[in-house]
């Protein structure tokens, strides 16, 4: 099952999530990239913790 963030509201440019599966675009989701639980998890406490700047930005 994927899921897609609410920031997305119904617009077709994001990217969801599948749990065990890994990550795709809406545009092609035919494809996905593989990621592992472990890693995920890691990205999110990353993300969290705001150790991820916008683009363009400096943390």
């Keep these: 099952m994927w ?3 609410s920031y997305s ?4 440019n994001c990217v969801e ?6 990550i795709r ?3 092609a ?3 996905h990239l593989a990621v ?3 890693s ?4 999110l ?6 150790k991820f700047a916008p683009s363009g930005q400096t943390p």
Excluded: E, H, Q
């Design 25 to 27: 675009d809406t545009k």
């Design 3 to 5: 899921r897609k963030s």
């Design 9 to 12: 509201a119904n617009l077709n």
């Design 45 to 50: 406490l990353f993300v969290k913790a705001g």
């Design 36 to 38: 592992a639980p472990g």
């Design 29 to 31: 989701p035919a494809t």
């Design 17 to 22: 999530v599948g749990r065990g599966v890994g």
């Design 40 to 43: 995920w998890s890691a990205f």
